[in-house]
């Protein structure tokens, strides 16, 4: 309830200086999405956390007699599904499945895509032609018909789906480091570092990548939203985690079903997942224009 | 200028060749007997051998290659098992309906977020610009599947004004286009706003609007045509992703075209079907984006000069 009230209170005060400079209002409209995205995260993020220790019934115990009970009947908060299984309770370890899946594949396709953009920017040349061509192929692939049959033949653990979606999101951070690295690499301290006597390595280890790497890692936030709307989407068709754990994607193929008699079965959990990659979109959007305008304000071009 | 189309001709080709053998070594790695998954628990020995014959799985790895590329190369991809008939023509027959929705969706993004995108643009740093912001973010957050379900819901169940599922009259094309939009939207009026913004901001339109040139001009004959190029280059990737097949928006509307065919071959484990959608999308999608670039010169009179752009 108070963070509601926070969220309102912020934006109430944005609305009011509106009229004054443009830089200021850039500084305070980031400021409003990333106070914005933290709350509405948070609102999904912490009770996901917290699902083992909150007073939930078990997501998996089925009761016939309570068979898709409204929202707010006997305890059950949102509600139960067509085995009588609390709903709230499902969504909360469905996101755990969901969140465990998209940290894992953001830091995976991060380290990769980071690895593979910089040695490409970098060293240029040959490594640079592999990586830009594997870069330019994946943009022709039928991506998800690919990711279905990858999950259809080798199972739909954990492990095979991660992978999956890393290997969808590869090439953001890869691109963005390839640039980045491209810009960094013609700076003088680069050459002076060469001078002094270090190799090659170690200049674009220790000198280059921790310069770039924030801005990286912003844009993995923005991942996170992308991978956990990609794993929801694998799982509507089908591709998901293995039952019984629940997944958001199949609550709402298993409960389109009933749409029109028990609304809330589709509706909740997409809110829960709207609520969650909004938060999470806005946090990244504005914690990006806040990086990149600081970068600016030190005289480093993009 | 032949010279680069056939460079770029030949590029693509070697691409599609890329992909369609990976997802030959895919479903060959795969664990598991497919034959066995296609026969089902009562075939026999002698029905998996027949079965493996028929699906090009007997002999050497090299020897099934061989025998693969030399059907593709005779356009025969083998047959369908649950359509019962070449996966080919079943693919070409469920195509129609796919660029059909695909063009409405593009079709409708470009129409919208083009004009909001310069609007925004125009009052950057305003309260518009921040609403649309937010909005536009916020649009991009949601799952088309739920989008989808709950247009269906609202506007074909509840008020029934549009058909709920499948292909049955134009009016069925409506639902199915506006939920792949509204995604689209979000992500295409984010660039053009972008471009326009920068292209506004750039001192050749300061110089252009001293010397008395009007707005309407400084935003379309100055700005907007040189935001054109990685705006055509976006629509054009989007419609080329959208016709590797706009697989869960047409599983929602229960749409016959290539998304939902692909759910079934997987479901079905239909290799043949499977191996046919793989090379008949990414040629379509590969050959879309050809004629982006090829597009070029008629936006941008800078790369008429039959060179590759480079930006």
């Known amino acids: 309830m ?10 109430a005060v944005t609305a009011d200086r509106l009229r004054s400079s443009a830089a200021a209002l850039r500084r305070r409209a980031s400021r409003l999405k990333i106070v914005l995205g933290a709350v509405l995260a948070g609102v999904v993020v912490v009770p ?104 259809a033949l080798f199972g ?32 003088p301290y680069v050459a002076a570092a060469r001078v002094l006597g270090l190799r090659r390595a170690a200049v674009l280890v220790r000198h280059v990548v921790p310069n770039i790497v924030n801005q990286v890692v912003v844009v993995m936030l923005l991942l996170l939203a992308q991978a956990v709307l990609l794993e929801s989407a694998l799982s509507f068709l089908g591709a998901g985690v293995e039952r019984p754990h629940p997944t958001w994607g199949r609550i709402i193929s298993d409960g389109q079903g009933y749409i029109t008699t028990s609304w809330w079965l589709v509706t909740l959990t997409g809110l829960v997942i709207v609520l969650l990659v909004v938060g999470v979109n806005l946090l990244g959007d504005g914690l990006r224009d806040r990086v990149s305008r600081s970068r600016s304000a030190k005289g480093e071009a993009q | 200028m032949a010279r680069y189309l056939a460079l770029r001709v ?34 026999t020995t002698e029905d998996l051998q027949a079965i493996r014959e028929e699906l090009g799985l007997v002999g050497s790895i090299s020897q099934q290659y061989w025998h693969f590329i030399t059907g593709l190369v005779q356009g025969d991809l083998g047959l369908s098992y649950s359509f019962r008939q070449p996966a080919l023509d079943v693919v070409l027959d469920r195509l129609p309906y796919t660029i059909t929705l695909a063009g409405a969706a593009i079709l409708l993004t470009a129409l919208i977020a083009i004009p909001l995108g310069i609007f925004t643009a125009r009052r950057a740093n305003s309260g518009w610009d921040v609403g649309a912001n937010i909005g536009t ?17 609202l506007l074909a169940v509840v008020v029934p004004i549009f058909p709920a599922s499948g292909f049955t009259s134009w009016s069925g094309l409506v639902l199915p286009a506006v939920t792949i939009a509204l995604l689209q939207i979000a992500l295409i009026s984010r660039l053009v706003h972008r471009e326009m ?21 400084l ?19 989007r419609f080329a992703a959208m016709l590797n097949g706009v697989v869960v928006v047409e599983v929602v509307f229960a749409w016959p075209g290539i998304g939902s065919l692909v759910v079934r071959a997987l479901e079905t484990r239909d290799y043949p079907l499977i191996q046919a959608t793989v090379l008949v999308t990414s040629l379509l999608a590969i050959g879309v984006q050809l004629l982006v670039d090829l597009l070029y010169p008629l936006f941008d009179p800078r790369v008429r000069v039959g060179k590759a752009v480079s930006r």
């Open chain 1, 2 to 11: 108070t963070t509601q009230t926070q969220a309102a209170r912020s934006s």
């Open chain 2, 197 to 217: 913004a920068g292209n506004l901001a750039a001192p050749y339109v300061t110089v252009a609007r001293s010397r008395g040139v009007a707005e309407r001009a």
């Open chain 2, 219 to 237: 935003t379309w004959r100055y700005a907007f045509a040189n935001s054109s190029i990685p705006v055509v280059t976006a629509l054009g990737t």
């Open chain 1, 48 to 151: 996901i956390l917290l699902a083992n220790v909150l007073p939930l019934p078990d997501p998996l115990e089925q009761d016939l007699s309570q068979r898709r009970l409204p929202p707010l009947t006997d305890g059950h908060l949102f509600g139960t599904d067509q085995l009588g299984r609390d709903l709230l309770s499902r969504i909360l370890h469905g996101g755990q499945v969901s969140l465990t899946i998209g940290v894992l594949a953001v830091l995976v396709s991060g380290v990769v895509g980071v690895i593979a953009g910089a040695a490409a920017g970098y060293y240029g040349r040959w490594v640079d032609a592999v990586v830009s061509r594997l870069l330019e192929a994946q943009m022709s692939v039928p991506l998800l018909l690919l990711l279905l049959l990858v999950v």
């Open chain 2, 137 to 153: 973010i916020a649009g991009q957050s949601m799952p088309e599947f739920w989008t989808g379900i709950m247009l269906l819901t």
């Open chain 1, 156 to 187: 739909p653990s954990i492990t095979v789906i991660t992978l999956v979606i890393a290997f969808a999101q590869w090439p953001e951070p890869a691109r963005l480091t390839r640039a980045m690295v491209l810009v960094e690499r013609e700076k």
């Open chain 2, 10 to 43: 030949a590029q693509s080709l070697f691409t599609v060749f890329l992909i369609v053998s990976t997802v030959f070594v895919l479903v060959r790695l795969a664990p598991g007997d497919p034959a066995a998954a296609v026969g089902g628990p009562t075939a």
